[in-house]
């Protein structure tokens, strides 16, 4: 919510917020990123990866979804264009520690999905883009570029997973996700925070021209130690960045601490149940 929990989603006019990216990504590493634990584990369960399994994460940012993907025996493959997420996945699943062997089945690229090509290696049997999509205005349109790139580099009828927030009453991070929404309308970007729509997930699919195969819900709660950690972890997403052009992060910092106020419990740790969605579809 990559994305998440999206990518980066820089406003496309105006200012930027000044953000430090090193720190905002070692926020999503260690505390968003985990977050979506539950979809990944129901994909690859669903999906039997294993040994047999060549997949392709699109958007891999820090990489824990393809390091539970390598526990499960397969070949993975990530490509990010954030050089800080990148470099993040790379001590996760490519250590350079001394004695330890490396491991030819695990590559990660920075660029495009276009960019992992390798002459006359067979083709990737999963593709995932687990960044969840349908919270923000316009976060489906980068990720049809990216299955476009990465379709015929999978094998026909290889599954491809797209990700995407639940319906809003049954996400409590919602009512949170709406402060992005208020402190960015005075600019009325189209990074802002949106519902998500029941359809989101196959109209992407069809314009990249793939078939839906099956779907599924995934109960994914965000819990954190304290609201200090909540707000770091949600910036991290990306989703308040156009907020924070319109005000300022001290604003944006404020508006958060108040919304994640009902969601705090008497330990003082935060919890917010959320579901997700995910759609199998198969290339043609």
Known sequence: MTPTLVRQH?????????????????????????????????VYERLEVGPATRLLGLGCGSGLSLLMAAARGAAVTGVDVSPERMTLARERLLPETPGTRARPDIRLVDGSPRDTAVPGAPGYTLVTAF????????????????????????RRGAAVVLAGWGPPERCATASVMRVATKLAEPLRHSGSWRPACRDDLEDVAQRAGLKPDGSGRVACPFGYADVDSAVRGLKSTGLFDAAMTATDQVQVDKELTEALHPHQRQDGTVWMPNVFRYLIARTP
């Open 10 to 42: 820089l406003p496309r006019a105006g200012s930027v917020p000044r953000v430090d990216l090193r720190a905002r990504a070692r926020d999503w590493s260690e505390i968003q990123e985990r977050m979506l634990v539950p979809l990944y584990e129901a």
């Open 131 to 154: 960044e969840p999509i349908g919270c923000l205005a316009g976060d489906s349109e980068g990720l049809g570029g990216l299955l476009a790139e990465a379709a015929p580099l999978a």
